[in-house]
């Protein structure tokens, strides 16, 4: 299994998802992008709060395209560790497999860069 591949999975399945309801995701992104916005907090950190919640709820996608969207944002290996402590704090032993994939997918991710 290959993050990456996955990546490209989710983001075919995306695509296709916004061809059948145009109106509905156009929405989602909307909500995506002013909840995303720098504002009070940067939109690294709330991609930080982002990851924690995908953690926590257990959405593998979600973790996929957080992590994706902090390594964009510059994070370094130690900050994503710091925040799935805590998610895994929230979460309990569940959030642990959890946050191991979504470590896993960072060092897949930044392997080479």
Known sequence: MSFKDDLARNATHMRELRK???????GFMSLEKAASADNAL??????????????AIRCEGCILAHVKA????GASREELVDVLGTAVQMAGGPGLSYASKALAAFDE???GA
Request: avoid cysteine; proline fraction near 4%.
């Open 20 to 26: 059948a309801m145009p109106d509905t995701f156009a």
């Open 70 to 73: 902090l390594i964009r944002q």
């Open 109 to 111: 991710l930044t392997a």
């Open 42 to 55: 940067s939109a690294k950190q709330k991609e930080f709060v982002a990851l924690g919640i995908s953690v």
